[in-house]
């Protein structure tokens, strides 16, 4: 029922992921939406959010905590954003995103959860950015995940994934121009050549 | 109705511009909606759609179409919409953005107009970024576009314009390290100091 919630957020937001279209995609009864959620859909948007948290999460997690060059984490998540996207024939973004532009009066109480996310994330990412002095790491991991949010718009306005691949490559190659020691840590383990 | 529907598009995407809602926001009696738009929501939605282009298109033209460096025209982009954004209590933002993630089956034909909307700013952007090789332009207006869009989400969700004027500040910082001469077109003008 989680997985069926996220799946329609991610198509078309809240406007897509009300009870009826969960029941129809899950094929749960419809009592036991309420038994588990008593909340309704406010609840069960907040538990498919919380589930994008933790996926999308391990998947930054997985691309910045590796000893890569910073412009080659960067290209990395755009190029695996936009394969994903291509994968779905651009039916399927950021459920957070979708969610956050979908707010209104009687689904306020959902803001705090999608900043509380955009902030989980923000911080993985900068937690990532060795080589970025400590101090403007969450300023690069924001640039990063604002330009990742617009690109993946971009990219499903357009069905392709152009968007996403050209904005990560621009982004990868102005952010290694501005912090070289985080685009080559190789350099460190010795075999560094002099004139 | 055209600005009635666009305010709603902006306020909550394509679930919150019903025909209803519609009506009841721009105290229009119901049959003029179908008499001037008898493609009904699809239409209007279209026709409202259109405005924002002019107008935000305006907007960036007023803002790239100047003499200034790239990173004085990225970080007041970013920094008039933090303003506006606080304005309506950051409620309203991109109306292409929102619609564009709440594309669904039967409203598949706005991601056309959608499309071609993104690239209509970008083409502005593009024509300001003077400073920036040719063949190069496209590629930082878009980079440019999909930071804003991406920011306007992260501040919506925070309900603060810091993400608009942080992100701001750091890609006009790490464009204006990349396109040196784009940031200081005043130079060309004489009185260059040598020496």
């Given amino acids: 029922m989680i997985l069926a919630t996220l799946d329609l957020l991610r198509q078309s937001g809240l406007s897509g992921a009300g009870i009826n279209q969960v029941v129809a995609a899950s094929a749960a009864p419809r009592g036991s939406v309420y038994h588990y959620f008593p909340g309704g859909k406010l609840e069960l948007t907040t538990a498919a959010l919380k589930e994008a948290e933790r996926g999308v999460g391990q998947r ?46 009687d689904s306020e109480d959902l803001r705090a959860v999608c900043r509380g996310i955009f902030d989980s994330w923000q911080e993985i990412i900068a937690a990532g950015l060795n080589g970025v002095p400590r101090a403007e790491r969450r300023g690069v991991a924001r640039l990063i995940l604002a330009t990742f949010e617009g690109a993946l718009i971009l990219s499903r306005a357009e069905a392709t994934k152009e968007p996403l691949l050209r904005a990560g490559k621009s982004l990868a190659g102005v952010l290694a121009l501005r912090f070289p020691t985080a685009s080559s840590p190789q350099r460190a383990k010795g075999g560094r050549r002099r004139g």
Same sequence: chains 1, 2.
């Fill in 60 to 105: 930054f997690r997985d691309i910045f905590h590796k000893s890569t060059p910073i412009a080659t984490k960067v290209a990395s998540l755009f190029a695996a954003a936009g394969n994903s996207l291509e994968g779905n024939q651009f039916t399927r973004g950021c459920p957070v995103a979708a969610v956050t532009l979908d707010i209104e009066r």
